[in-house]
């Protein structure tokens, strides 16, 4: 919902072994081979898995799937997630580091 809301194309996440299968039974698709693992250098170059989901689409190939989350996730009211409040303009936004000079020439 929050991704139609704010009209995202894709869902595209990483997956570790067996947390992998979750998101495939969520109807995620491999972006790489099937089965595919890359190493993700920010978590220690553990393997995962590239998945996506396409937005536009997923409301009906779950209802065409009769997925048990359907209902939950499309007729279930949320009165406790606020989809509108976050912002997502990913403006530039300058990294500040006061040590980065000292750092820079190792001291």
Not at 67 to 93: A, G, K, R
Request: hydrophobic share 45%; proline share 7%; glycine share 2%.
């Amino acid at each position: 919902m929050f991704c139609e809301l704010h009209e995202i194309d894709y869902m595209v996440i990483t997956a570790r072994t067996s947390l992998d299968r979750e998101y495939e039974a969520m109807l995620f698709k491999n972006v790489l081979g099937v089965n595919e693992f890359l190493p993700m250098s920010h978590v220690g170059a553990l393997p995962y898995r590239v998945l996506a989901k396409d937005v536009a689409a997923a409301r009906q190939r779950w209802e065409e799937a009769h997925h048990p989350l359907f209902n939950y996730m499309v007729h279930t009211y949320h009165p406790d997630i606020d989809l509108q409040s976050v912002d997502l303009s990913f403006d530039w936004e300058p990294v500040r580091c006061p040590e980065a000079p000292l750092i820079a020439y190792g001291r």
